[in-house]
């Protein structure tokens, strides 16, 4: 019952040589690795311009009412 899980070829060597191959940057080698990254720039961008903005209305403040 366990030597199917124990009993397994070992892959490592291949894929290693296959991700070690690759000419791509490091963090796009993994299969996912652009899904990852356009969501963490997408998210990192709106907060950005969410802090720019807020900083913008902090400095130009409320106009004086007479």
Not at 21 to 31: D, K, N, T, V, W
């Amino acid at each position: 019952m366990i030597d199917a899980v124990v009993q397994r070829p070992n892959h490592v060597p291949e894929r290693q040589r296959a991700y070690q191959a690759s000419h791509a940057p490091i963090y796009y080698r993994l299969p996912r690795s652009r899904l990852y990254l356009g969501a963490y720039f997408t998210l990192f961008g709106v907060g950005m311009c969410g802090t720019v903005y807020g900083m913008y209305q902090l400095t130009m403040g409320k106009p004086v009412r007479k």
